[in-house]
């Protein structure tokens, strides 16, 4: 079984757990008998998976930055002046 990495919006809810491989029959036959056939277990494949958190990272860094930006802009251009004499 071969996997390389899924597209974004294929990967399931939760990709760090991996991927099922079901449960699969199998066949032998030793000298002298008949065929016989057990199941395998079933197989958990840990795939490589790419950083999710990334993406939220830079939104929340970039609207950190325009928010501090705006907010400076909005008291310089809105709010009254204020001068301090000291004495």
Do not use: C, H
């Not at 491989?21 to 490589?48: A, C, D, Y």
């Not at 501090?68 to 008291?75: D, G, L, R, T």
């Amino acid at each position: 079984m071969k996997k390389s990495l899924l597209q974004f919006e294929k990967y399931p809810n939760d990709p760090s757990r991996g991927f099922n491989i079901m449960q699969m029959p199998v066949l032998f036959k030793e000298e002298g008998t008949k065929w016989q056939e057990i199941e395998s277990g079933g197989l958990l494949v840990q795939m490589p998976e790419p950083d999710f958190s990334m993406p939220f990272n830079v939104l929340a860094v970039t609207n950190a930055m325009l928010g501090v930006f705006f907010i400076n802009m909005f008291n310089v251009l809105v709010k009254p002046k204020r001068l301090l004499y000291l004495l």
